[in-house]
């Protein structure tokens, strides 16, 4: 520990003797100063023993000696060093008063002690203490290296709380808790997620201090502009030296971790992707054999493949497709908390995939493909269940959290497969590209493949180009019943709607089934189609399906 007026007072050699405050000995002394100016307040930094033999002063005018410690006491100064035998045989009872009175120590110094020799101790005492902080510190490193080794974060983590007497946490780039230590220090690091997320919004390296039922420290982790990770020390009080070596250590030990795993990523994408393709060509043994323990039972267990393209990529491939988009305002700031994806969709959906599984202890193939992310996971898993949260909160953001789609589109378009195997991969994929398509012709985020085989075709028909279909084969018709030449268009969906039942379809408009059966050759004889025609008669009872929602 650095010196104190009471290591001091006990060194032998000194000789000091305490006159004042005898009960604030144990305070730390930065460093000892000689000044024989009336005010030395402008050149004191605080917590120096200032020594004096009070050549400028009236020691023994109680007012000015008031006033002379006041302001000492004021600045910082930890306490003051009288040498006897100078300018006065004994210390003055002014200046011992004046002491008593503000609470500041009032060293004697001998005649025989110079004020060098105490210069000298305080300065050699601050060397042996930061001399047992460096190896104090290269101890820690040492033993979080080896725990690192031999145990990975877990065990460096438990050997940091140990070092700094109190706990750390290890947060994962979504800002959730990947390991603690001691045990019970989990529950107090989950609650400083918050804190995290916006340590996160701050290009890395970056820290920060919490405060609360103790006193935390948060550091980012990785050296791009993204943090990769977070790291929490929580103690008591301040970090003393050797702590702050053992906390930089953590850091420097962390980051190599997370940087070195960047290549290794890149490997298991490349293999990744290998896996996915044998799967898609119907060769689930090889990619089983090349997988090896890589994705643990994944292959065998039911999965979910997920698709996702970014809007600008889902805008530019349905506008190849021929289908109309309206333009795309930029998303507004919604009263939600949504993800900060940082002008990356894809990237935060993989993070936040990945961290969902390493959290629950499941396997997850996350496959970078051009302008899409190709997923699979566990069906009914918590990867699964976070890409759903994910693409809902970024839908609320941007409906403003109404029910109906917002004009402008999704940030990010998610298409789900049903649940498959590896035989079926190459339909899971099929699926999750259908589920993909009718999400970015809807303006949703996604959308489940379930959802099609349960629900119903006709919200598919409000795309634009099928409007244009319907109003151009309908139009005839309207501009016919415009002349008020008849109602074709209504006797029309009656005869449609009954399954060409004249008699109930006529009972339906309230005329003469010779009537009907005239105005269904109008339509023929305009249209130039036949009834008769089953292809026909669905296109017409879409089209009329298509114009009614868009006047509804």
Known sequence: MPPTLASLVHHSALKLTVRAGEDRLDVPVRWAHVSELADP??????????????????????????RYVKRLAGAGVVGLGFAVGVNYEETPKALVDAAEEEGLPLLEVPRRTPFLAISKAVSAAIAADQYRAVTAGFAAQRELTKQALSDGPQGLLAALAGQVDGWAALYDASGAVVAAAPEWAGRRAGRLTPDVERLRERPAPASSVV?????????????????????????????GTAERYAVHSAIALLTLTTERSRPLHAAEQRIGAAVLRMLLAGQPEHARTVAGDLYGELLDAPFRLILAESASASAARAHADGHARVAAAKPSKAQVAVPDTNGDPLGGLAEIVESAAARSGESVLVVPDGERLVVLAVDGGAAVAACGEYALALDAARTGGREQPAAEEAELVVGLSAPAGPIAAAGAYKQAE???????RRGRSLVEHEELAAGSVLPLLADDAVRAFADGLLRPLYEHDATGRGDLVASLRAWLSRHGQWDAAAADLGVHRHTLRYRMRRVEEILGRSLDDPDVRMELWLALKTTAAAVE
Do not use: K, N, W
């Open 434 to 440: 259908q589920a993909l398509s009718v999400a970015r």
């Open 41 to 66: 307040v402008p050149y004191m930094e605080g917590g120096e023993l200032l020594l004096i033999t009070a050549l400028t002063l009236d020691a023994e005018d109680p007012d000015a000696m008031r």
């Open 211 to 239: 405060g609360g039922e103790d006193r935390v420290e948060l550091h980012s982790l990785g050296t791009g502009r993204r943090p990769r990770a977070a790291l929490a020390v929580g103690t008591a009080a301040a970090l």
